[in-house]
């Protein structure tokens, strides 16, 4: 049996490291695969080009400010170069967008990973479904996040094709801050501000609990200025703009401070259903790892790994009152907010870390290619790292084709003030049906669509 390093190019059309569910899922292949490993991504203004990741190389696509397609066909040239240049046993993607491109240049003995971590925008749908359709044909493996997602799939004749590989965290990078006693509680959503994150339910929501009890809100995660743009415009007519905070994506580093400095994170969803897949949560577990109570949807992709009153509360979707409810009773409710931070900690502890998601993912590539995962480190050479590396690929030459010019670092600065005091009153709960990079770039697009 062979024994040999396979060669693997993972590719997400997301910044990583970062906040996105196909960084996190990239990462664990970086820490625990034995393999010799190509990433292709996004690059933002703060990531460099390249990065030498471990024993993974980085390829940074910059794809500017142009609108969404635009992005996307520069992502998706990028990939294409890297399959034409480079001899891959397995090709691993975090997205349909790479994965048609995969489904295109099938080489003999090749294999696809379709890894689903990603879900239509509303503008996109469309062409997101078309992608996602020729990349589950040509997969030879489905990696879903939940039981549930597999059984959606496996009604559609994929049932042979499916693992389901549960998310990870690194409890340790969450768990060393202790919540700090405050006059007015926080309130924190960490997430992407897509239709069905239901930000309009958890708006409707802050406004009935702001009626009985003071809070701060923080709604953070999303890189497009133009979705915060509209989000603070309901928040002003709201009459919550004293209240609610939005801002965009942090950078990584920044999520465990985020996260330590709220009282409650609110994980709001519609479950919304495209294709037989259910939209992914964001962030949840880092609140669980972080010691933080966690108010969430009562969907499907939640529901699975958060158990109601065990775990979090969870509301129905959609439902601002039964969502505002819940909110002001962890918030009174001491006995029930210990419970849940007990019981989420000891969840992702037990089941849910980054190592068992390793562990999965190195399981699944030995049976894909058989004693891969079983090489004998003591037995490889290896180079030492002491300084600048030059990366040969056929991407290089795509640096030869002139600079890339980014959009200017697109920050917020605005604050949010608490709110006067006021007299604390609460209701029954309502009725709830029973989860500093600076290496030189390397892969980058003929063309870039953020040039004006």
């Known amino acids: 049996m062979s024994r040999r390093r396979i060669r693997v190019l993972a590719s997400a059309f997301a910044a990583v490291p970062g906040a996105s569910p196909q960084g996190a899922s990239m990462m664990s292949m970086v820490d625990g695969l034995r393999a010799d490993l190509d990433l292709v991504t996004v690059k933002t203004e703060d990531l460099a080009h390249t990065k030498r990741m471990g024993d993974a190389r980085m390829f940074r696509v910059p794809v500017g400010s142009a609108d969404l397609s635009a992005q996307r066909d520069a992502y998706a040239r990028a ?23 995969a489904a295109e240049h099938r080489a003999p003995g090749r294999r696809l990973v379709y890894e689903i971590a990603d879900f239509p925008e509303h503008a996109d749908a469309e062409g997101w479904i078309s992608a996602h359709r020729a990349t589950l044909s040509a997969a030879d493996r489905i990696w879903v996040p939940t039981m549930a997602m597999g059984a959606a799939l496996g009604e559609q004749g994929l049932a042979d094709k499916i693992d389901v590989v549960r998310p990870g965290v690194d409890v340790s990078r969450f768990d060393w801050v202790e ?124 529901s699975e790994l958060v158990r109601d009153e065990v ?45 068992a998601r390793r562990r999965t993912v190195r399981r699944l590539y030995e049976g894909l290619a058989p004693g891969s995962q079983g090489a004998d480190a003591w037995e490889e050479s290896f180079d030492e790292i002491t300084g600048l590396f030059e990366l040969s690929t056929g991407a290089l030459e795509l640096l030869r084709e002139g600079p890339d010019t980014l959009a200017p670092p697109d920050i917020d600065t605005d604050e949010t003030r608490a709110p006067g005091a006021a007299d604390e009153k609460t209701r029954p709960r309502a009725e709830r049906p029973r989860d500093t990079d600076t290496h030189p770039g390397l892969v980058v ?8």
């Open 445 to 452: 697009p003929d063309t870039d669509p953020g040039r004006g």
């Open 179 to 302: 919540p700090t006693p405050r006059g007015t509680p926080r309130l924190l959503y960490l997430g992407g501000f897509g239709p069905g994150r239901d930000l309009e339910t958890l708006l409707l929501a802050i406004e009935k609990v702001t009626s009985l009890r003071p809070v701060r809100v923080m709604i953070a995660g999303d890189r497009d200025r133009g979705r915060r743009d509209a989000l603070r415009e309901q928040v002003r007519d709201l009459g919550l703009a004293d209240t609610v905070t939005v801002r965009g994506e942090p950078h990584p580093r920044r999520i465990p401070e985020l996260i330590g400095g709220a009282d409650v994170c609110v994980v709001p969803a519609l479950g919304a259903a495209i294709e037989g897949l259910v939209e992914l949560p964001q962030p949840l577990l880092e609140p669980l790892s972080c010691a933080r109570p966690v108010v969430a949807a009562d969907v499907p992709g939640i």
């Open 79 to 101: 990939v294409r170069r890297q399959l034409e240049a480079e001899p891959y046993q397995v090709v691993h993607v975090f997205d349909p967008w790479a994965g048609a491109v």
């Open 311 to 355: 775990e979090g509360l969870l509301h129905p979707p959609g439902n601002a009152t039964a969502l505002a409810d819940a909110l002001l009773e962890v918030m009174r409710d001491s006995v029930l907010r210990e419970r849940l931070i007990r019981g989420g900690y000891r969840r992702v502890r037990d089941e849910l870390t980054a190592g």
